[in-house]
């Protein structure tokens, strides 16, 4: 019980504060292995870990630490997998996803908010759509029982997607990088990574009431 709690506090703290504090890694797991399992179901001992207005359940090897988004380094917080080596000999985390939160006081809908994303980046790119920084219209997915749109950001070498959804106040993205950094099978983690998202939960009460008095 207390080893679940420090952790939904941690997220939680993640999530919610503009300057992310940085995770206590003491344990984290860093010996290296090629033998992690990556399930394409949630299991019955997975975690559930407590955002800003949402929940989610992730293997119980996860460790949460402070990061950025990739390509576009927004400030959010890493839910990572052990250390691995794969047949090449590259080291890194079995898998990664990175939970970025944005306030939404006004209740910005949802694909007005991404429609912005897509402008403004978009700009960078002169109007053209045949720039390989063009952003496309967004595919439409649930997160559980959530709509949520995403969007597949120009990444180089590297394969990114960028997918939303709104939660009271607040609007949440999981950003999501396939990479030679990620060691492992892509595959795998695709269905890892469905598998956790699809235990996406709106969490009303751990939004803060901004009313006067609570009023």
Known sequence: MRGSF???????MACSAPHVERADTTAETTSTSTAVALPSTPQSDWREFHGDGFTLRTPPASVVDSTKS???DQPGIAIEGPTIRDS????GPAWRLVVVTYPNDGGRPLGAWVDSVRT????????????LAWLSPPDSLALGRQRALRLQPFCGDCE???VYVAVPRRLVMFDIVYDIGIPGDRDRQRALYDAILSTFRVDSASVPDRRPNGR
């Open 6 to 12: 420090l952790w939904a506090v941690l997220l939680l």
């Open 70 to 72: 990739h390509p576009n």
């Open 88 to 91: 090449t000999g590259r080291t």
């Open 120 to 131: 403004e980046r978009n700009k960078a790119s002169a109007g053209d759509p045949d720039s």
């Open 160 to 162: 990114a997607y960028e």
